[in-house]
């Protein structure tokens, strides 16, 4: 499945954004799907995932209750709203595929390009 990531930019801190990630090539109701992000210098981090169904997420500590994970099957697309943003979530962001629903990123092992986010204090 070939993925890619948008909706990247600048922020202020306590502003919100939204990330899109379109796939093709595949079923995209087969795979389990993920956001990851890479600050720089820092080694890639596991954001959030979603079951194929939609019915069952996964977040990292950090981000719980600012962000959302959800999907659209129809439109092959899974989404992160970003609210509350923080200085420290400026990175770039990565959709990823995979087949478990898993805290982490090796879980996942097909990547797309991903989107920056930059926020401002």
């Known amino acids: 499945v070939q993925l890619q990531a948008s909706g990247g930019g600048l922020a202020q801190a306590g502003g919100s954004l939204r990330l899109s990630c379109a796939a093709s090539?595949?079923?995209?109701?087969?795979?389990?799907m993920a956001w990851v992000r890479q600050a720089p210098g820092k080694e890639r981090e596991f954001v959030a995932a979603?079951?194929?169904?939609?019915?069952?997420?996964r977040y990292t500590d950090s981000v719980k209750g600012r962000f959302s994970i959800s999907r659209d099957n129809a439109k092959s697309t899974v989404y992160l709203q970003m609210n509350s943003l923080k200085p420290e979530d400026t990175a770039v962001y990565y959709c990823?595929?995979?087949?478990?629903?898993?805290?982490?990123?090796?879980?996942?092992?097909?990547w797309g390009q991903g989107t920056l986010v930059t926020v401002s204090s």
């Open positions: 090539g595949r079923t995209f109701s087969n795979y389990v």
């Open positions: 990823a595929a995979g087949q478990i629903l898993r805290v982490g990123v090796t879980s996942y092992d097909c």
């Open positions: 979603i079951s194929w169904s939609g019915t069952s997420t």
